[in-house]
């Protein structure tokens, strides 16, 4: 796999994980360790597609190849997830002998599940915390099913979609099941709904009835007061943002136009904060909502591309945000599958209502790093302070920050991969504090 680093402005890291001619929206995963996986969509022939899944060895990106047959022309069925003990899980679509496939990494195995003897253009897959994989899909009508034992369970949720219901799915705490699709509309056309069970019944509501409805994805997550929240593309261009408390609030997005591509579009952090990413003309947009309101990003680029599209994106339980997107040239001859990490700024006024009476703190997760780590501090009062990485006989390796410091926590992705393998200490430095963590570097 090609592997290029690009330190961005901070606090961005952006790598370059495959290039090729034609490849197309790609899906992340994180597991508990805060490691990424991305799942990849490549041409095989004129009508089957490759479908492998990348993840970190040590300093590379390394590609298991477990799908041939994977259908054209359905790439938004494509979806995965991995669970608490970190096993990954994929749903997608196969062209001969046609039919709906959910597989799941089993050490260097993929054991894979026909769930339906028809392709399938939209699927979703989330995981609950005893490691039940639970999928939406399109038929004829909009399917729930689960895995109970070895059998999956099968209900109808709604009867009453279009050809393209571009379907979601996410668990609330109790591993309860939330759908977001849109619906057959009346003459105006498709609408945005949800479905969610009540009294083991599905329930299904109108989340908003735009002026010129659409199909396009939508992004469901479940918040921290365990209440749905959804993205959506009513118009195909027009980027909108729904949150329900008794009822349904919807809100525009920033520019007011783009594309979101993909079920993992939406996420939110540890301070019950929605992050979108979308497409906009030629960039790709990062737009998050604090306390002051809503945000926008324009991720870079590296130098071989002018065009940055749309992708996915996942939070660790650590506040790092782990992005995959692709980008090409003008003439789309060229494009590269982008994994993009870190925090966006603009948001550390928001984090210092977090930190009041705290003293000075660095964490580094992992400490066993293979490749890169993320580095966070704390600082409870302004005060300038240094970051910096020695090694085991005392010589400064890097300095990776040194300024004065606004009240807030901070974080930042650090790539070791240069680093010789051995045991180093980052240090903070304060006013009257320092704070000093062991790493242990291995290859």
């Known amino acids: 796999m090609t592997h290029l680093i690009f330190f961005l402005l901070v606090p961005w890291t952006m790598e370059v994980v495959t290039t090729g001619t034609d490849l197309y929206y790609p899906v992340i995963a994180v597991n508990s360790l805060g490691n990424p996986y991305i799942l990849v969509i490549k041409p095989r022939t004129s009508q089957v597609n490759y479908l492998f899944l990348c993840s970190k060895n040590a300093s590379n990106w390394v590609a298991d190849t477990f799908e041939l047959n994977m259908s054209i022309g359905w790439r938004t069925s494509v979806d995965m997830t991995i669970s608490q003990n970190n096993h990954v899980w994929a749903i997608y679509s196969i062209y001969n002998p046609a039919g709906l496939i959910v597989a799941h990494k089993d050490n260097s195995t993929w054991p894979k599940d026909t769930i339906e003897n028809s392709v399938s253009s939209w699927a979703s897959i989330a995981i609950d915390n005893s490691g039940i994989p639970h999928i939406t899909y399109q038929t004829a009508h909009l399917i729930y099913a689960y895995l109970n034992d070895s059998l999956w369970q099968k209900t109808v949720v709604d009867s009453n979609i279009y050809t393209e219901s571009g379907c979601a799915i996410d668990l609330d705490l109790g591993s309860q099941p939330h759908i977001s699709y849109f619906r057959l509309g009346s003459i105006m056309g498709d609408n945005p709904w949800y479905a969610k069970k009540i009294a083991g019944e599905w329930h299904c509501e109108e989340i908003d009835n735009p002026d010129i409805p659409n199909w396009k994805p939508t992004s469901i997550r479940i918040n921290l007061d365990n209440q749905p929240c959804v993205v959506y593309s009513p118009s195909g261009t027009l980027i909108k943002y729904a949150y329900r408390d008794s009822i349904w609030h919807c809100e525009a997005l920033g520019l007011g136009s783009g594309q979101i591509y993909t ?14 990413l979308y497409s906009y003309g030629s960039n790709t947009l990062l737009t998050y909502k604090d306390s002051i309101g809503w945000h926008e990003e324009i991720l870079p680029l590296t130098p071989t591309t002018t065009r940055g599209y749309g992708g996915s994106l996942r939070i660790d339980k650590d506040g790092i945000i782990h992005i995959a997107r692709f980008a090409t040239n003008d003439d789309y001859t060229y494009r590269e599958i982008h994994y993009i990490y870190g925090t966006p700024e603009g948001i550390e006024e928001d984090k210092r ?72 200490f980052l240090i903070l430095e304060g006013k009257e504090e320092t704070k000093i963590v062991k790493i242990l570097m291995v290859k």
């Open 263 to 276: 079920k993992k579009s939406l996420d939110i952090d540890s301070l019950n904060r929605p992050y979108i």
């Open 353 to 424: 209502l977090n930190v009041k009476g705290e003293r000075l703190q660095l964490k580094v997760l992992p400490n066993i790093v293979g490749h890169y780590a993320s580095l966070r501090y704390t600082i409870p009062v302004r005060q300038r302070v240094s970051l910096k990485l020695y090694d085991i006989v005392g010589r400064q390796v890097e300095a990776i920050d040194e300024r004065i410091a606004e009240q807030g926590i901070y974080s930042y992705g650090f790539d070791f991969s240069n680093l010789s393998q051995g045991i180093y």
